[in-house]
């Protein structure tokens, strides 16, 4: 999977779990570019992704993220 | 009251035959009904007269589909995880009618375990005595310390 195949994927995940479609991220947005996420969505987010990639994460590796772009380097590693 | 951590978990997904899950049984009164409206308020005629429910083709008044999905509350409280339980979000849908006098068994399994946000997702199903299911949901439950 290239990393604009897993950015198509991760935009469909932000998208269902925030429930806005007109949602685009890229290698810089962070939680402060979105209004809903928050700890709870946030939750949401990294669940939702183990499932639609069928990967998984430590804590260690999620809390150390910075934005969606070390995100997506995260997924594409466990692929 | 179940206290189970996270750590002591098993999913389905973990291993198929000796998952975490859970169940009991309650049935709908009609004082459970009263108690019910009180809190909430909600007097729409097909949860209060019976004649109206009837004539709309129910055979009586119909329990509070959101009466029934409190038992999630219940199940995921007091249960699965129980005691260490913090309650994130409940997707519930209503398949049939529950009528006052209905035992509902309402069950859970762990679905899958998510390491990372310390969480795990609940199937959760509710069935009535005739073994019918009436509803249905997916519950997000993590932990307290």
């Not at chain 1, 198509?8 to 925030?18: A, G």
Request: negative net charge; proline residues 1%; glycine residues 6%.
């Amino acid at each position: 999977m290239t990393r604009e195949e897993v950015f198509e994927k991760m935009n469909e995940v932000f998208r269902d779990v925030f429930e806005d479609d007109d949602i685009t991220v890229t290698d810089e947005t962070t939680a402060d570019d979105i209004d809903d996420w928050d700890s709870l969505e946030h939750i949401n987010l990294i669940n939702a992704m183990e499932t639609e990639f069928g990967v998984k994460f430590s804590m260690g590796e999620i809390v150390s993220l910075k934005n969606v772009g070390e995100m997506a380097d995260l997924i594409i590693s466990k692929l | 009251m179940n206290e189970y951590r996270f750590e002591d978990i098993v999913s389905k997904e973990e291993s198929k035959d000796n998952y975490t899950k859970a169940e009991f049984s309650s049935t709908v009164t009609a004082d459970k009904m009263e108690k019910f409206y009180e809190i909430c308020g909600d007097n729409n005629p097909l949860h209060m007269d019976s004649s109206f429910a009837k004539a709309e083709g129910f055979n009586d008044r119909v329990v509070y589909g959101m009466l029934t999905a409190s038992f999630y509350s219940t199940l995921a409280g007091v249960y699965l995880p129980g005691k260490y339980c913090i309650l994130n979000s409940v997707e519930s849908s209503f398949r049939s009618p529950v009528y006052i006098g209905d035992t509902l068994v309402v069950s859970g399994f762990v679905k899958v375990k998510h390491e990372a946000t310390k969480t795990i997702e609940i199937s959760a199903q509710i069935v009535n005595q005739d073994g019918k299911k009436v509803g249905k949901a997916k519950i997000l439950a993590g932990f307290l310390e």
